[in-house]
């Protein structure tokens, strides 16, 4: 417990407010300290009513009165579940409570009664609000086929706990992929070889390729699916596919750090660099060396993204017309052009419309100018 957990005075109405909140942090710390086992702590009820009396006690809202509090507990359980256990013993047996227990927080199904862990209803109802609730339900449910098909259908992470054989039945991960590609990884070695089953999975989410059997990296549709939900998921694409125009493209298109991935045949396709660096201006510093010397391409790729300015060599950001493109792009590029740009009226002026901030990175000269200091005031 912290050394300063907020001790407050016991005699007067007026610590009503504080007390709660104080009992409240320290309901949630046991039940932090109950949920991921830390041994060193002592997690049971006991301790959390002593702590409570200790700490947040007042004359007038006594530590069983705060356990017993509806509203307190459900409020605790939402950020630990483990604070369920905490809960008055009349509150620990009331349907509607353990309901709404498992709506806020669905890892509470760990410390309900065996009862609600063998109820198709509350178990559900704990898979809503989150899918690794289904570890805690009782081994009937999790071999239950009709069962376990609606709760993957509601959370896919449910897949994890699920009867072995069930994570080889393919209506059933399919079903799990289609809601979250990543639980592929759970699947069977069969179902993740499974061309239908994996396009599925990173439709949802691209790189659940990572846990498709090595020999869909090279199927070309997987690939470009893959790629358009998540540009990363280039990486595991087969050489050949990270050579692919098409799909190269799709991929900077979601992210432009794919690039990195890419084949090096690609780094002098200037359609190719200015996707990329529309989201990740850095990129634009690999590009095949003729592209970095040729003006058309810097005037593109700073029309892109402004922030590329940063990346060109010193002709083109001692460029005027390169440079006026880069801060109407975006006005942060004025602190990467040249000096004697800064001094620019126009260059500034175009920058400071954008946003007054970058005032700072132009000559001092400028920062007095009154129609620069004018546009900065409307701003």
Not at 35 to 41: A, G, K, L, P, V
Request: aromatic share 10%.
């Amino acid at each position: 417990m912290d050394k300063k957990v907020g001790e407050v005075e016991k005699d007067g109405p007026n610590n009503l407010q504080a007390s709660r909140k104080v009992a409240l942090r320290i309901v949630k710390h046991y039940a932090y300290s109950l949920q991921f086992s830390f041994t060193h702590m002592q997690v049971d009820r006991e301790g959390v009513v002593d702590a409570i009396k200790k700490y947040a006690s007042t004359y007038k809202f006594q530590v069983m009165d705060f356990l017993a509090d509806r509203c307190f507990v459900l409020e605790a359980i939402k950020s630990a579940a483990g604070a369920f256990k905490f809960a008055d013993d009349k509150l620990r047996v009331d349907k509607d409570f353990i309901r709404e227990s498992l709506k806020r927080n669905g890892l509470a199904l760990k410390y309900v009664g065996e009862e609600f862990q063998s109820n198709k209803d509350f178990v559900l109802e704990a898979v809503k609000s989150n899918g690794c609730a289904f570890e805690y339900a009782n081994t009937e449910l999790t071999s239950d086929r009709e069962f376990v098909l609606e709760a993957v259908k509601t959370s896919g992470f449910a897949l994890q706990y699920v009867d072995e054989l069930l994570q080889a039945d393919k209506e059933i991960v399919f079903h799990a992929v289609k809601n979250t590609g990543r639980v592929l990884n759970y699947a069977s070695s069969d179902l993740r070889a499974d061309r239908e089953v994996v396009y599925e999975a990173v439709k949802n989410s691209g790189l659940a390729l990572y846990y498709a059997n090595t020999g869909l990296r090279a199927d070309r549709n997987i690939i470009l699916q893959a790629v358009k939900n998540h540009g990363w998921a280039l990486y595991y694409a087969a050489p050949h596919l990270q050579a692919d125009r098409e799909i190269v493209l799709a991929a900077v298109k979601n992210d432009g750090r794919a690039f990195f991935y890419a084949d090096a045949s690609l780094r002098a396709d200037p359609m190719i660099i200015i996707e990329a660096v529309k989201g990740t201006p850095s990129v634009i510093q690999y590009a095949d060396a003729n592209l970095l010397t040729d003006r058309q391409f810097a005037l593109e790729a700073v029309n892109a993204n402004g922030m590329a300015l940063e990346y060109l060599g010193l002709v083109f950001r001692a460029d005027p017309e390169v440079v006026l493109e880069a801060v109407k792009s975006d006005s942060f590029a004025l602190k990467f052009a040249d000096v004697t740009l800064r001094e620019d009226r126009q260059i500034v002026l175009e920058a400071v419309k954008k946003g007054a901030s970058v005032i700072k990175y132009a000559d001092p000269c400028l920062q007095n100018d009154s129609e620069i200091l004018e546009m900065i005031s409307k701003d």
